[in-house]
């Protein structure tokens, strides 16, 4: 006959886990009102209120910029909360703004615009399983900390919605044929290997610029809503031109790291080499060489 379990030994005893701290519950939960608002967006974009559709993915643009801060901030980075992020960004700013476009005018072309969409949205996944596959590259120099491969998702989505702004400005609607080009050019700078700027200032704001700081943001914010499209517009734009810029920033800075070190006086061609010239000198440790993480 089977003897009753003995609830004193370690084994029998069921499986505790550690309470969470709500600081890392905090990121995670805007993470997921992101997602919440990308879910949204392609639902508005299915019953036609396209401003509305466009206005929640800034929104989740928003998010995402500030849950991974927000986790930094507080300490509440995870594994958890990583790949929770790498899911939303891939339905916000993959699906959804692909099936925005295509609710919006590549439908017009059938399977075509739906071949577009479905493009850009598989480009976006792409981006994301690269970046967070070689995000801990040992390999990378020091100023790849600086820049992105490729174009950000969260970039890319916003940009990728630049007809419909032209046309919530009463501009006309360019042909679907055109849209469905500039949805696969987008598309393809997310997946290529562009260096891009990442944006990402490191620096502290000395404490007689905190006050114009604010009233900066605060203008930012009331532009933005005031006049989102022509923001959005002039945003996209300006990116766009700023592709080439970053592309030969990163290339002045490979010259830079690949160019060998200025001879000096005392080894200069013609004159004979000090004793020491053949000592090498011993690495500095306290140089951190790894690259930086981008989050």
Same mark, same amino acid.
């Given at each position: 006959m089977q003897m009753p379990a003995d609830p004193n030994y370690p084994e029998m005893r069921r499986r505790r886990f550690r309470p969470i701290p709500v600081r890392m519950l905090v990121p995670n939960v805007i993470t997921l009102l992101a997602i919440c608002a990308g879910l949204t967006a392609i639902r508005l974009s299915t019953e036609g209120r396209m401003e509305l559709a466009v206005a929640a993915i800034v929104f989740a643009a928003m998010l995402d910029g500030i849950d991974g801060r927000v986790a930094r901030m507080i300490k509440g980075q995870s594994k958890f909360g990583a790949e929770l992020d790498s899911l939303a960004d891939f339905v916000n700013f993959g699906v959804a703004p692909g099936l925005i476009l295509y609710f919006w005018q590549l439908n017009e072309l059938h399977n075509v615009g739906w071949i577009a969409a479905m493009v850009f949205a598989i480009s976006g996944? *792409?981006? *994301? $399983?690269?970046?967070n $596959? @070689?995000?801990?590259d040992p390999n990378k120099p020091v100023f790849a900390g600086s820049?992105? @491969?490729?174009?950000? $998702?969260p970039a890319g989505a916003i940009t990728v919605l630049l007809p419909i702004y032209l046309a919530f400005l009463g501009l006309p609607r360019p042909p679907a044929v055109l849209t469905a080009l500039y949805t696969l050019l987008i598309a393809f700078l997310m997946v290529s290997r562009l260096p891009v700027f990442s944006g990402k200032i490191r620096m502290r704001v000395p404490p007689e610029m905190v006050l114009p700081v604010f009233v900066a943001v605060v203008f930012f914010i009331a532009l933005l809503i005031s006049y989102p499209w022509h923001i959005l517009s002039a945003g996209s734009v300006l990116f766009l031109l700023s592709l080439p810029i970053g592309w030969k920033s990163y290339r002045?800075?490979?010259?830079?790291a690949a160019a060998p070190e200025a001879t000096s006086p005392e080894v200069a061609p013609g004159n004979p080499a000090p004793p020491f010239a053949s000592v090498p000198l011993e690495p500095d440790h306290d140089d951190d060489d790894r690259p930086a993480r981008l989050n």
């Open positions: 996944g *792409l981006r *994301l $399983a690269r970046f $596959a @070689t995000m801990d820049f992105f @491969t490729g174009v950000p $998702a002045d800075h490979q010259r830079k």
